[in-house]
């Protein structure tokens, strides 16, 4: 197995994909792994909104991405002295999954570290949430975080079902 050097968390911003973020500087604290978090701005979401406000979207789009870096920012400053870890950020926008796959790719990340659910109650009731669709996609290892850490993991289980994921 390789060691752990790099370390992404994929967040949308969301209480519950703060319980991954604050996990994810946890492991690189204990591993020393480099840790970046990644935010992904909806492409799908942006091109409704350009639809809807025509020549404005821009303005609006540019407050969205500014919001973004902020919260981003306010994470690693609260996180990150903590557990004496710093944290690269990085903003894109895109599709989703293929941003954080493509970026995962480009960091060779080790290790993706995502909440098990987002703010997106329809879409997860269609499609699956974001940490479902991905672990069907990536053969990255994942860890998927449902609680805040409240300490570091004693155990780890990991489930196989012999398919070409779960190598």
Known sequence: ?????????????????????????SVAAATGAQLTL???????????LRALLGGSAQAVEQRLLDEARQRLGQMVAELGPRHGVGAGVRLVSGRVLAAILDEADAQDAQLVVLGARGEGHLGRMLLGTTAERLLR??????????????EAYRRVLVPVDFSPWSR
């Open 1 to 25: 197995m390789k060691p752990l050097v790099r370390i992404l968390a994929a967040t949308d911003l969301s209480a519950p994909a703060r319980h991954a973020v604050a996990r994810a500087f």
């Open 38 to 48: 990644l935010h992904v701005l909806d492409q799908m979401g942006l091109e409704r």
């Open 137 to 150: 996609r990536s053969i990255r290892p994942m860890l998927v975080v449902k609680q805040f850490p409240h």
